[in-house]
């Protein structure tokens, strides 16, 4: 006993110490520095990639390449007319705001490891690109060819390619072929051109499977563009004459989360078309809708300022109340329209999130505009929120007014 009891008090006096020297321990000391932040490249995995190159580095003398980004060349705002030669070890090559006409061969002739490049706002034509320039890089990613003078959609490119931005062109032809060999694109914008529904007849969208923004804004379509692939998130049609929508539209495209449809000649739509499981953003506003439609449970923001509504029938856009599946709306804009009363406060039971109905003058006279007895209602706000509030329908009412503006485009990732 006497030596069991001896092992006892050894194995207390051996607890005891560890327990201090847990006690003394700061579990802190090791998170006080924070650890070394490395800048952010455009793909910084490439890096490993790019040989070696002596300080300073290779830059056309008509361009600058900031030390801090080597593998960067601005020659943007140049007044340059033709394109400089290219350095190999160059990813991101900017040449925007300047006077290029046309873009040869022989300045990407060195190029390898090309990831981006910045030709916008620029006074190229389709015939004066060179055939294949830009498929012979095999690593290219982004190409921005908007506010230029290009008729017809730029062909081959690469099969790397994953965005590309043709805005404020005057595209008013797809080639059969334009659109083949690019599995890789995820985002496309075509707004601000001249096409019209035969030009898509040939259905160029259908095979691009990753295709997930869509921009087909201000141009001259009547008709839904056929057969969009089934990625697709979001969709840009504002400032078309597109008059109809089909009921079963949208059934192929359940991942479309923004949809903006404003500035068309839309008057009848029927009550589910927007039955879409994903839908948070949708702008229908400036067309001619009488009548409001079913509203899918996860959509927060919708804009149909500026129609002909006389009275908003919330049974229609809420058949009926999940308390376990609330829909997620928090705001409306309903202005400019022919209402003289307020939404009905059943619209609170179904939409129990609603924060901000904006009503502002109402259309219910022809040769003048009128006011509700509120103009704005909100609901459930802290000071705060108020503040925000403002700033919000600040920041959507010139969006929605200004739809010209190349700033009011979907952002490539939803915010």
């Known amino acids: 006993m006497g030596i069991l009891s001896q092992l006892s008090v050894i194995h207390l006096l051996w607890a005891a110490t560890v327990f201090c020297q847990y006690e003394d321990y700061d579990f802190e000391d090791d998170y006080d520095e924070v650890p070394d932040q490395h800048p952010f490249y455009f793909n910084p995995s490439t890096q490993a990639e790019v040989p070696r190159f002596p300080f300073p580095v290779e830059c056309a003398r008509e361009c600058f390449c900031p030390p801090a980004f080597p593998l960067s060349m601005y020659c943007d705002h140049r007044k340059l007319k033709t394109i400089p030669n290219i350095p190999s070890h160059v990813q991101q090559l900017y040449l925007q705001s300047n006077n290029i006409e046309a873009v040869p061969a022989g300045p990407f002739s060195n190029v390898t490891f090309l990831r981006e490049i910045n030709l916008s706002h620029n006074k190229i034509k389709f015939h004066m690109i060179d055939h294949g320039v830009f498929a012979k890089l095999p690593n290219l990613l982004q190409i921005h060819l908007q506010h230029n003078e290009l008729e017809e959609f730029p062909f081959p490119l690469p099969s790397s390619l994953e965005r590309l931005l043709l805005g404020f062109n005057k595209i008013s032809r797809l080639s059969g072929k334009a659109l083949e060999g690019l599995p890789n694109i995820t985002m496309l914008d075509l707004c601000n051109n001249f096409l019209e529904d035969s030009v898509l007849k040939g259905k160029p969208f259908l095979n691009m499977k990753n295709l997930m923004q869509l921009n087909l804004c201000n141009n001259k379509l009547q008709t839904m563009p056929p057969d969009l692939p089934s990625s697709l998130m979001y969709l840009s049609l504002e400032n078309n004459s597109i008059s109809y929508v089909p009921e079963n539209y949208f059934n192929r495209l359940p991942k479309i989360i923004a949809l903006r449809m404003s500035r068309n000649n839309l008057q009848n739509i029927p009550c589910n078309t927007f039955n879409l499981p994903n839908l948070l953003e949708l702008n229908l506003g400036h067309n001619k809708l009488k009548q409001v439609f079913y509203i899918p449970r996860s959509l927060q ?115």
């Open 301 to 415: 923001h919708l804009y149909i300022e500026d129609n002909d509504i006389e009275f908003i029938n919330v049974t229609l856009m809420c058949p009926s109340i999940d308390p376990l599946n609330t829909n997620q709306l928090t705001y409306i804009r309903v202005d400019q329209n022919k209402l003289t009363i307020p939404i009905s406060t059943y619209a609170f039971f179904c939409f129990p999130h609603i924060r901000t109905i904006y009503y502002g003058e109402q259309n219910v006279n022809a040769n003048k505009s009128t006011q509700l007895r509120t103009t704005v209602f909100r609901r459930f706000l802290t000071p705060e929120e108020y503040h925000e509030a403002d700033d919000d329908h600040e920041i959507q009412d010139h969006e929605t007014e200004d739809h010209e503006a190349e700033d009011n485009y979907f952002h490539p990732y939803f915010q």
